[in-house]
Structure formats: structure tokens, C-alpha cells
């Protein structure tokens, strides 16, 4: 349900919850009103078997399990080179070619930014395709059609169907001395194929690694490119400074074609990102000029979030694309993804569907078709309760977020105190190595737990990008230090896997002698998607 009056100064309002303990019961997960997880789960979760994926495996290298080389995606001879991809899509029959699509890039909510993107669009009535990445729950989530994931039996079938076509294009890579085909590459290729064989009306693109290198930038017809804040993470990737990520971020912008500017935390990068769009031409819809917004409250019933914004629009947009009789806007909404960064990310995507309605086309888009389409998104593994439980009487809850940036490590801090401001946290935190360890970890200690449990898991079916957990106890020492906040004690603690990581911070809080302040406690897992799917699995 949603409002639309004139714009007025509006309050934030106190946080409220109610919990409701399920006695140690597992709460189905949703993905967009799809189940992925209770009773469901074994249906969805085939790909362990699948002789397409197995064969695609042992055929091609997976840089999500090795990491990525060195300037990989850097636009010069150093990166990833795009001829391969090129060839790999001629040979695929160039399924990109006439497919209208939505380009995100970007460090932060680039994948909340394309779920909310996709919904609007479903909403507007619209066929959707929508590629992201990793996956949490099955690789089957990657590819989705019509808000439903590809199935297992249409993805093997999928690949065996392209495996003459795939194994042609390696061998004539190897010929060339461009290196072999990567995984990614692969899934990025049978995306694009299976969004023509469905015939959908636009497909939503997450860029995987950078964007001028990456193995999504094959778009033929770019609707938009939507630019999320830029951070600096994969930076011995992408050049080495904030400008160099930038620079590569904004490589998914096309001549003439409308780009979408998300807020820039960093000013250095968003010089870069206004300066490419310029050089390119590029009508620009910066979102802190079009939509702002504001957070009213967040409260907890059951497993369930919400989190009512108020997102306002200046007169001459509003008039412009929603015919509202020149008078600003302000639209009150339900989201069931929580954080002010999720109201920052509804916001791009309010901006990017302004700038599809305006510059390309798009004229089912309404205000109603955008309301609906951002308040029924939800994504697993961002701030999600996965279950309810009791200890000594008092109820607690596990939530995960697969923060694993310095930035979305700050938003989580906020984010978990907010919501449960006087409950007893413990951490579970296990991160790849290539991340930035002790970034993560000052930032994180601002939600100030009273435990924090390190432990490793595997990245991408994989321990070879795995962070052992005496290293990121060495980073959350180091960081602690330099935080120095006053009053605040921690426990400090390692285990060999995620399940026994987990039963020791349920065993640390139970032992917190203020646990019963009529606040839940809560075990929150962090530090990577990986983790997330690890829980949840």
C-alpha cells in the first residue's frame, strides 16, 4: 500500500519489533516470492549433479575459486582481453545481438540494485531476464526469467547443448594464445542465449568483475547504465586506486546511450564516473538529484523485515514521467530489504525507471508498477532472519548478510543496531582472502558484540580463496586498536567450520548475564555471500 501527497518535512520515527521465537524452527526463504529454502529447498538445490555444470567445470578455469589476476579488469593489455568473449558469443549464434538490456555496474548493491530493477520492470508488464552473481542457495539463481530461476534440467540442457559450440571457441582461442574460456564467460554466454530463446522484452545484467573487461559489456542495445557507488575493493584487479575502478565501472557506458549515476560516497570516484559519461555523450540521471529519500522506521515481526521510506521527487520529473500535475512528489514505501543502504539502492532503481520511461522508451512504466515493483523485492543473504530459536528462555535469532566490503560492513554495523539496538551480538565472520580484512573489521566493530566467532569456509566450492581464521583474527586485532572504542569489551574466538562457529556463539551469548533484558540475542554471519550460502545450506 502506498501514498503519494505534496512534499513535506518529514521525522524519522522510532524503530519498532516484535519477535515471535519459532522454537528453533527454519523460516522458508523467499527470493522475490519464489521459495528457495524450507520444504522447497531439495528442488531447487539440483546442480551438484548436473553432467552439464560437471562437464563446464573440468572444461573451463573458475577465477570465483582461483581469484583474479593481476589488472584482469583494466581496459589496456593487461585485462581480461573482450575478443575472447566476442568469439565465444559468434559462436553461441550472438544471442546478445537485438536484446535490449539494463547494464549494472559498481561496488556497492549493484545485485539489490538489479533485483529492484527487475521487479519494476515485471510490474510494468514487461518480459524480464535477470543475470547476477554469485549465487547463494544453487548457480540455477544466476539466470532468471519472469522473476523464476532457470531450472536445473533446462540449464544442463542449456549447456549441453552449447558444448560443441563452446568447445570450437576454446579451441580456437588456445590457437590465438588469448588464454582459455572462464566459467564466468560461459554462464554470462548461456545467460544471453537463454534470455533470446525465452524472447524476453529486456534482460537486467549485473556486471561481474569491473565492466569495460568484464564478460557482460558484449550488450547490444543499452538501455541504461546504471552506476552503483563505487568502493574500493577489487583494486589489484582494476588498477590499483579508487580512480582506476572508477574508470573501469564506467567502462559499461556506451555513446549516447542513457546512464544512471547512483550516489558516490567517494568524490574522486564520481569525478571519474560524470567525466565518462560526458566524454560518451551519455544523458545522465544522477539519483541525489532525482530521488531522495527517507528512512521512517524498520520494525521485526517474526522472521520478517520491513522498512517504510519515504522516497520524494522534485515537480519537474515527476511531471514529466508520471503526469502528477507539476507538484513534487513523495511516495511512501513497504520494503522488505532493510538498511538505509536498501532505501539508497530503491532509489537508483526509481531513478533508472525514470530514465528508461524518459530517454528509452519504456511507457508502461507508472508510478504504481514502480512502488509495487520495489516493495515485493527481496534478495537472500541481505539482511535476512534464516531462523528463530530460544536460549535460556530468551529468544534469539541468526541473521546473515553477505557484506564483505568496509562499506557494506559500516551499512551492516547500522543496520543490525537499528534493528536490535539492546540486544547481545555475536559475530560469525569468514571472508575470502583477497578481501580487505581489517577495513572489515573496524567497521564492523561499531555494531560492538560481545563475541566474535572467526571460521572459514569455501569460496565457490573451493578453499583455495578462503581467509584462514587466525588471519582475520589478526585483522580484527589491528583494527580494534586503532578503533579504541570506549566501553567496549569483546571475546575474541576461532573454529574450524561454520557449524561449530555457529554453536559456539550460541554457547558465548548463553552465557551473557544480561541476555534476559527482554531483547533478543543474535548470531550474525558476515563476511561474504560464501558464508551466507554456507548457513543457509
Same mark, same amino acid.
Given at each position: 500500500?502506498?501514498?503519494?501527497?505534496?512534499?513535506?518535512?518529514?521525522?524519522?520515527?522510532?524503530?519498532?519489533?516484535?519477535?515471535?521465537?519459532?522454537?528453533?524452527? $527454519?523460516?522458508?526463504?523467499?527470493? *522475490?516470492?519464489?521459495?528457495?529454502?524450507?520444504?522447497?529447498?531439495? =528442488?531447487? #538445490?539440483?546442480?551438484?549433479?548436473?553432467?552439464?555444470?560437471?562437464?563446464?567445470?573440468?572444461? !573451463?578455469?573458475?577465477?570465483?575459486?582461483?581469484?583474479?589476476?593481476?589488472?584482469?579488469?583494466?581496459?589496456? =593489455?593487461?585485462?581480461?582481453?573482450?575478443?575472447?568473449?566476442?568469439?565465444? *558469443?559468434?559462436? $553461441?549464434?550472438?544471442?546478445?545481438?537485438?536484446?535490449?538490456?539494463?547494464? &549494472?555496474?559498481?561496488?556497492?548493491?549493484?545485485?539489490?540494485?538489479?533485483?529492484?530493477?527487475?521487479?519494476?520492470?515485471?510490474?510494468?508488464?514487461?518480459?524480464?531476464?535477470?543475470?547476477?552473481?554469485?549465487?547463494?542457495?544453487?548457480? @540455477?539463481?544466476?539466470?532468471?526469467?519472469?522473476?523464476?530461476?532457470?531450472?536445473?534440467?533446462?540449464?544442463?540442457?542449456?549447456?549441453?547443448?552449447?558444448?560443441?559450440?563452446?568447445?570450437?571457441?576454446?579451441?580456437?582461442?588456445?590457437?590465438?594464445?588469448?588464454?582459455?574460456?572462464?566459467?564466468?564467460? #560461459?554462464?554470462?554466454?548461456?545467460?544471453?542465449?537463454?534470455?533470446?530463446?525465452?524472447?524476453?522484452?529486456?534482460?537486467?545484467?549485473?556486471?561481474?568483475?569491473?565492466?569495460?573487461?568484464?564478460?557482460?559489456?558484449?550488450?547490444?542495445?543499452?538501455?541504461?547504465?546504471?552506476?552503483?557507488?563505487?568502493?574500493?575493493?577489487?583494486?589489484?584487479?582494476?588498477? /590499483?586506486?579508487?580512480?582506476?575502478?572508477?574508470?573501469?565501472?564506467?567502462?559499461?557506458?556506451?555513446?549516447?546511450?542513457?546512464?544512471?549515476?547512483?550516489?558516490?560516497?567517494?568524490? =574522486?570516484?564520481?569525478?571519474?564516473?560524470?567525466?565518462?559519461?560526458?566524454?560518451?555523450?551519455?544523458?545522465?540521471?544522477?539519483?541525489?538529484?532525482?530521488?531522495?529519500?527517507?528512512?521512517?522506521?524498520?520494525?521485526?515481526?517474526?522472521?520478517?523485515?520491513?522498512?517504510?521510506?519515504?522516497?520524494?521527487?522534485?515537480?519537474?520529473?515527476?511531471?514529466? @514521467?508520471?503526469?502528477?500535475? /507539476?507538484?513534487?512528489?513523495?511516495?511512501?514505501?513497504? $520494503?522488505?530489504?532493510?538498511?538505509?543502504?536498501?532505501?539508497?539502492?530503491?532509489?537508483?532503481?526509481?531513478?533508472?525507471?525514470?530514465?528508461? +520511461?524518459?530517454?528509452?522508451?519504456?511507457? +508502461?512504466?507508472?508510478?504504481?508498477?514502480?512502488?509495487?515493483?520495489?516493495?515485493?523485492?527481496? #534478495?537472500?543473504?541481505?539482511?535476512?532472519?534464516?531462523?528463530?530459536?530460544?536460549?535460556?528462555?530468551?529468544?534469539?535469532?541468526? #541473521? &546473515?548478510?553477505?557484506?564483505?566490503?568496509?562499506?557494506?560492513?559500516?551499512?551492516?554495523?547500522?543496520?543490525?543496531?537499528?534493528?536490535?539496538?539492546?540486544?547481545?551480538?555475536?559475530?560469525?565472520?569468514? *571472508?575470502?582472502?583477497?578481501?580487505?580484512?581489517?577495513?572489515? @573489521?573496524?567497521?564492523?566493530?561499531?555494531?560492538?558484540?560481545?563475541? !566474535?566467532?572467526?571460521?572459514? @569456509? $569455501?569460496?565457490?566450492?573451493?578453499?583455495?580463496?578462503?581467509?584462514?581464521?587466525?588471519?582475520?583474527?589478526?585483522?580484527?586485532?589491528?583494527?580494534?586498536?586503532?578503533?579504541?572504542?570506549?566501553?567496549?569489551?569483546?571475546?575474541?574466538?576461532?573454529?574450524?567450520?561454520?557449524?561449530?562457529?555457529?554453536?559456539?556463539?550460541?554457547? =558465548?551469548?548463553?552465557?551473557?548475564?544480561?541476555?534476559?533484558?527482554?531483547?533478543?540475542?543474535?548470531?550474525?554471519?558476515?563476511?561474504?555471500?560464501?558464508?551466507?550460502?554456507?548457513? *543457509?545450506?
Amino acid at each position: 500500500m502506498h501514498c503519494v501527497r505534496s512534499l513535506s518535512r518529514v521525522k524519522h520515527t522510532l524503530i519498532s519489533w516484535e519477535l515471535k521465537p519459532t522454537q528453533g524452527s $527454519l523460516t522458508p526463504l523467499r527470493w *522475490m516470492g519464489t521459495f528457495v529454502g524450507g520444504n522447497d529447498q531439495l =528442488e531447487k #538445490v539440483e546442480n551438484a549433479s548436473l553432467s552439464g555444470l560437471s562437464w563446464l567445470d573440468a572444461f !573451463v578455469v573458475n577465477y570465483e575459486k582461483k581469484g583474479v589476476p593481476k589488472n584482469a579488469g583494466v581496459d589496456s =593489455e593487461e585485462g581480461f582481453p573482450m575478443k575472447r568473449m566476442h568469439m565465444l *558469443m559468434e559462436h $553461441l549464434g550472438s544471442p546478445q545481438n537485438g536484446l535490449r538490456c539494463v547494464h &549494472v555496474a559498481g561496488t556497492k548493491g549493484k545485485g539489490s540494485t538489479a533485483a529492484f530493477i527487475e521487479s519494476i520492470l515485471l510490474k510494468s508488464g514487461y518480459s524480464v531476464g535477470l543475470y547476477t552473481s554469485p549465487h547463494i542457495m544453487s548457480i @540455477c539463481e544466476r539466470i532468471r526469467v519472469n522473476g523464476e530461476n532457470i531450472g536445473a534440467s533446462e540449464l544442463d540442457a542449456l549447456i549441453d547443448s552449447s558444448r560443441e559450440q563452446i568447445q570450437r571457441c576454446q579451441d580456437s582461442i588456445i590457437n590465438t594464445d588469448d588464454g582459455g574460456l572462464s566459467h564466468f564467460e #560461459v554462464m554470462t554466454g548461456l545467460a544471453f542465449r537463454h534470455f533470446r530463446d525465452a524472447n524476453v522484452d529486456v534482460a537486467v545484467i549485473e556486471a561481474g568483475l569491473g565492466g569495460a573487461r568484464d564478460a557482460t559489456n558484449v550488450v547490444d542495445i543499452l538501455d541504461a547504465a546504471v552506476i552503483t557507488p563505487v568502493g574500493f575493493e577489487h583494486a589489484d584487479a582494476l588498477g /590499483g586506486t579508487i580512480e582506476s575502478i572508477a574508470l573501469a565501472k564506467s567502462g559499461i557506458m556506451k555513446e549516447g546511450r542513457t546512464s544512471i549515476i547512483g550516489r558516490q560516497e567517494n568524490r =574522486e570516484a564520481e569525478a571519474v564516473v560524470l567525466h565518462q559519461a560526458s566524454l560518451k555523450k551519455s544523458p545522465s540521471f544522477r539519483t541525489e538529484s532525482i530521488v531522495d529519500y527517507h528512512v521512517q522506521s524498520q520494525t521485526v515481526d517474526g522472521s520478517s523485515l520491513t522498512q517504510n521510506v519515504l522516497f520524494q521527487i522534485p515537480a519537474s520529473i515527476a511531471s514529466d @514521467c508520471f503526469g502528477n500535475g /507539476g507538484e513534487d512528489l513523495e511516495i511512501d514505501m513497504a $520494503l522488505r530489504m532493510v538498511g538505509e543502504h536498501q532505501a539508497a539502492n530503491a532509489a537508483n532503481a526509481i531513478c533508472t525507471a525514470i530514465g528508461l +520511461k524518459m530517454n528509452s522508451g519504456y511507457d +508502461k512504466i507508472s508510478l504504481d508498477s514502480v512502488t509495487r515493483g520495489i516493495e515485493r523485492t527481496m #534478495v537472500p543473504g541481505r539482511f535476512q532472519i534464516i531462523e528463530q530459536s530460544e536460549i535460556q528462555g530468551q529468544p534469539l535469532v541468526t #541473521v &546473515v548478510d553477505g557484506a564483505h566490503t568496509k562499506e557494506s560492513a559500516r551499512c551492516l554495523a547500522d543496520t543490525v543496531r537499528q534493528i536490535f539496538p539492546d540486544s547481545q551480538i555475536a559475530l560469525v565472520i569468514s *571472508m575470502a582472502s583477497d578481501k580487505d580484512h581489517e577495513g572489515f @573489521c573496524r567497521e564492523i566493530q561499531k555494531a560492538k558484540p560481545s563475541v !566474535v566467532v572467526f571460521t572459514d @569456509c $569455501l569460496i565457490a566450492g573451493d578453499g583455495t580463496r578462503s581467509a584462514g581464521p587466525g588471519v582475520l583474527a589478526g585483522a580484527w586485532q589491528v583494527a580494534k586498536m586503532t578503533n579504541r572504542i570506549p566501553g567496549w569489551r569483546c571475546r575474541e574466538l576461532i573454529q574450524a567450520s561454520m557449524k561449530s562457529a555457529i554453536a559456539k556463539a550460541r554457547h =558465548e551469548l548463553s552465557g551473557e548475564a544480561n541476555l534476559d533484558n527482554g531483547h533478543p540475542g543474535v548470531i550474525l554471519v558476515c563476511g561474504s555471500l560464501h558464508a551466507t550460502a554456507a548457513v *543457509m545450506h
